[in-house]
């Protein structure tokens, strides 16, 4: 019974599609998956107590055959009269003590399975806290690399492969392991050669077991690999279902998911009857062994224990402690492949948990600087190539200077390096050559955290969260007043529209703010940049998508929150930048032009002048 529950656990996993093991189970596999056990570290004692209740309902059930053994052995025709607990011969006592033993075991089963529950419970808690903590510190390089719709699906597949793992598997095969050991010992002190018998028969299953473990792991790994790309895909698809909408694209995306899970299914049902002649063979081969064992058994209470056979009562425990071992190898192979998919898992995770994080503190939001920066910048020679295309140089030898409190325009055609400067002076990335200083500072001399506190972005394409205005406007400063939110809201000009909703600032905005039209999400990110009150101020084609009325607002807010700022202007629109301090020209990565708008836009042959007059045509 034990065994067919086990394979059709398996079968369920399979089809449903949870976690499977992905990964080559290798020796170092192994040793990184430990390391997930320092989380089960601040909660030993409780664990500890929990092994001990494994230890004696284990125990206790050990002690089931020996005494049902002897009651159905005993030859009740000879049963004393007087009554005595621990008299196997006493019919009597054999019940009192079977339902002591029934007693124990499910009282300390229950402590067993509470406590292991609790320590696991608050064990997951801290790795998913590590996990979001780990995944919202790595770098933006890293998320260049990885899609978020991955990560999502791995970490959380895996940390639910943990889960099942801390409190199921690793107690119930330290069940099973125990019960074959010390069964085996019973046994052995029964009768050794009806135990060789066994023990050879088992020996061949285990075997075999390793051997078909192996060939059908590769289908565990592509199953799961397949599971994480068709997430991806639900990911991508509801991100972005505006564009999919848009250009009448549901069938074709409706096709590819269908292609993705096809292969899910596919793989999930090989690995399924793989697995289900797996489980097919353990139960023929154990119960086949159990059948083998009665029938010399059998035969050696004949012969009677004057003949070196055995009683009837110790062919009784010995059939018992059989069938228990043998359900339990049957078990152990079931829960060792469990294992093996948590360690897949947990090497998975553990890539996540170790990969390096950028220098941010995550318990405060504020700076740790004692002085402000007065945001003096300069670029010397920095020369730039993204880590995924280190053959394309995106910057080549880009050297300006910016003032405390100066307008710097950069423009540009697409892919000049505009927004890699922005990136730069964020420390999104390093330099590949040359450096960048703030006021008179290399920039990797600052903390991020500091730094980045800072910096303010105004992008074009503004992501606001799906809570309220006023929640997304203190993302800016999350312990600011309501009188500091509305006092933002007012430069921003975002008043103008928060006061005509009912709820004003505690208004819910929808997922991503679609609830609000792109000038009334300009003004909030505007708003929220405000409220930080940073140094310097990086606006990023800020206007460049409204409409004129939102536009001529949004230009007020701006222009308002740049005094006593520096600030960096990247835009294509010519118009926005006519009262920068300092235009420059960006060019296949080099400045190639610099100066005021005024100097620019006389300069024979100029690139800015041409642009310019492109633009005054167009308009």
């Known amino acids: ?37 320092k989380y089960l570290k601040p909660y030993r004692g409780t664990y500890i107590i929990g092994l001990i209740c494994l230890l004696i309902s284990t125990g206790t059930s050990l002690l089931f055959p020996n005494f049902l053994g002897d009651l159905l052995g005993a030859d009740t025709a000879q049963q004393q009269e007087t009554f005595h607990l621990l008299d196997t011969n006493n019919i009597n006592a054999l019940f009192i003590m079977l339902m002591l033993i029934f007693v124990v075991q499910a009282l300390f089963g229950f402590f067993r399975i509470y406590l292991f529950g609790v320590v696991s419970e608050n064990a997951l808690r801290d790795i998913r806290q590590d996990a979001f903590e780990k995944l919202i510190t790595l770098s933006v390089g890293y998320y260049d690399k990885n899609k978020v719709g991955k990560l999502q699906s791995h970490v959380s597949a895996d940390i639910s492969q943990l889960s099942e793992t801390f409190t199921i598997t690793i107690a ?120 083998w064992v009665i029938w010399q058994g059998m035969g050696m209470v004949q012969m009677g224990p004057e003949n070196g056979g055995i009683t009837s009562a110790e062919f009784f425990k010995f059939l018992l402690l059989t069938v228990m071992i043998g359900a339990s190898f049957g078990g152990v192979s079931s829960l060792f492949g469990n294992i093996q998919k948590a360690v897949g898992a947990t090497e998975r995770l553990m890539e996540i948990l170790e990969e390096k994080s950028e220098d941010i503190a995550i318990s405060h939001q504020q700076s740790s600087s004692s002085s402000k920066i007065a945001g003096n910048v300069t670029f010397d020679k920095v020369h730039f190539a993204y880590e995924s295309r280190p053959d394309l140089t995106i910057l080549k030898g880009v050297s300006f200077s910016a003032k405390s409190g ?49 910096i303010a972005v105004v992008p074009q394409e503004v992501l606001l969260f799906g809570g309220s205005i006023k929640e997304n406007i203190a993302y800016g400063k999350p312990q600011a007043t309501e009188d500091e939110i509305l006092d933002a809201a007012s430069k921003a000009n975002a008043m103008e529209f928060i006061d005509k909703f009912p709820e004003k600032l505690n208004t ?101 002048k041409n642009l310019s007059a492109l633009q005054f045509e167009e308009s």
């Open 1 to 37: 019974i034990k065994l067919t529950l086990h394979a059709e656990m398996e079968r369920k996993r399979n089809k449903t599609g949870k976690s499977e093991e992905r990964t080559k189970i290798s020796k170092e596999s192994w040793k990184k998956s430990v390391k997930i056990f």
């Open 172 to 291: 119930e095969f330290l069940r099973q392991v125990l019960t074959i050991f010390a069964g085996i010992v019973l046994i052995a002190l029964i009768s050794p050669k009806l135990s060789l018998i066994m023990l050879s028969i088992v020996l061949v299953i285990a075997v075999s077991a390793v051997l078909f473990g192996r060939f059908i792991r590769s289908y565990s790994r592509k199953a799961q690999d397949a599971i994480a790309v068709s997430n991806g895909l639900i990911l991508d698809a509801l991100t972005g279902i505006k564009n999919v909408k848009i250009f009448v694209n549901e069938r074709f995306e409706a096709l590819r998911y269908t292609k993705a899970i096809d292969e899910v299914k596919t793989l999930s049902i090989k690995s399924a009857v793989w697995r289900g002649l797996f489980a097919s063979f353990i139960i023929l081969a154990m119960f086949g062994s159990v059948i």
């Open 406 to 454: 100066e307008q710097i325009a950069i423009v540009g055609s697409s892919g000049s390096g505009k927004s890699t400067i922005s990136a730069l002076l964020l420390r999104f990335y390093e330099p590949t050559e040359g450096s960048i200083s703030i006021d008179g500072l290399k920039s990797t001399q600052y903390a991020l955290q500091d730094l980045r506190s800072e």
């Open 508 to 608: 819910l905005i929808g997922d991503r703010g679609v609830q609000l039209s792109g000038g009334q999400r300009q003004r909030i990110a505007i708003a929220r940049a405000v409220l930080k009150n940073p140094s310097i101020l990086i606006l990023d084609e800020a206007t460049s998508s409204l409409d004129s009325g939102s536009e001529s607002l949004v230009q007020q807010a701006l222009e308002r929150i740049m005094i006593g700022r520096t600030t960096f202007v990247i835009a294509h629109r010519l118009s926005t930048v006519r009262k920068a301090t300092k235009i420059l020209v960006l060019e296949n990565g080099q400045i190639i032009e610099e100066g005021k708008h005024e100097e620019l836009i006389i300069k024979e042959n100029g690139v800015y």
